[in-house]
């Protein structure tokens, strides 16, 4: 018995559909280990960034104690504001 031709065209356009699903399927998942690694490698970087912005840190106090007037005040500042923080941070800890 020959297939009616809107069932037949029903039955092509859901397997077509079935097949798009799948391959999208596929593609989210890959799209998901792309982000993953992205978002891991975001967090390596930040990480990395913060290390660097504290050695530099560590360098300018450094160079700021046997340096000219201007970095010394700049190395001033920075150990007052280090001191300001380190200050708030034992207020948090005695609430």
Known sequence: MAKHPVVASLTEKVGRLIE???RLERECAELI???DKAKSENRRLKEEM??????????EM?????GNDEEV???RQQINRLVREI??????MNK
């Open 20 to 22: 798009q699903n799948v």
């Open 33 to 35: 280990g792309q982000r």
């Open 50 to 59: 913060q290390a660097m912005e504290h050695r530099l840190s560590l360098l």
């Open 62 to 66: 450094g160079s700021g104690m046997s």
């Open 73 to 75: 005040k700049r190395a």
């Open 87 to 92: 200050d708030r941070c034992i207020a948090m």
